[in-house]
């Protein structure tokens, strides 16, 4: 079936670096991608979006970019603030309002 | 515009009760998406509501159910509760649940089966 993963379940780094976060997927013909963050306690929060019309979307200090040759995306987060710590999902929709997640990367910030 | 909103937040229950899980998506969308969190299953989907109709369904055993009500409102229920039930219940909402759509969540229910 369809499945998407992340490439490591946590990611430390220091306050003020960028951060990467990296997903793959499996189904070639997905063509909705979203990243979420996950506070603890909290629902998932909806970061940045991408369709597979397009290989680069950039938002307020996020940016995504999506490989489908290798069928690859990844969420990039710039000067990274404590307030960034929190475990970041990329989910796939398909038809019939269903998300499939990948089993997240949690991110630790240091200041 | 006010978010979704779940209730309750927190429930405590014993193996073989039954649970009853509310969800009141954000105002103007009509479809309505359960999922369960864990550990180690991470967020899985278990059925999509849109116009009082199940749309989609995940691979959960019949016990989980769920209905949408008129007003976009949905309740998930799950009965003769699991230790293994025991997770963060989310809901989400689109305005029509089609593919390229985003949806939001509830800050979930969180289920505790003793």
């Known amino acids: ?11 430390s780094v220091q306050e003020g670096d960028n951060s990467i ?11 909705y991608f979203i990243w979420y963050k996950q506070e603890s306690g909290k629902g998932p929060q909806f970061i940045i979006d991408i369709r597979s019309n397009m290989d680069k979307r950039q938002g307020q200090r996020v940016t995504v ?32 309002g269903k998300l499939i997640f990948g089993q997240g990367t949690e991110l630790s910030v240091k200041p | 515009k006010a978010g979704v909103t779940q209730t309750p937040r927190y429930l405590i229950k014993t193996r073989g ?3 009853t899980l509310s969800c009141s998506p954000i105002s103007g969308h009509r ?6 969190q864990t550990p180690g299953q991470g967020l899985q989907f278990l059925f999509e509501y849109f116009s009082e109709t199940q749309r989609n369904k995940g691979n959960f055993p ?7 009500f008129s007003n976009s409102r949905s309740e998930m229920n799950v009965s003769t509760l699991e230790l293994g039930d025991s997770a963060l219940y989310l809901c989400a909402s689109s ?3 089609a593919g390229g759509e985003t949806q939001y969540f509830g800050p979930g229910t969180r289920l505790l089966v003793l």
């Open chain 1, 1 to 11: 079936g369809e499945s998407v993963g992340l490439h490591l379940p946590t990611l």
């Open chain 2, 31 to 36: 479809s309505v998406s359960w999922y369960q």
């Open chain 1, 65 to 96: 970019l999506l490989n489908k040759t290798v069928k690859h995306l990844s969420l990039q987060i710039a000067a990274t603030q404590p307030g960034d710590s929190a475990v970041y999902f990329c989910a796939n929709a398909n038809q019939g």
């Open chain 2, 17 to 19: 009760q039954q649970v």
């Open chain 1, 21 to 31: 976060i990296n997903c793959a997927y499996s189904n070639s013909a997905s063509d």
């Open chain 2, 95 to 97: 305005l029509a649940g």
């Open chain 2, 62 to 68: 019949g016990r989980f159910s769920g209905r949408q």
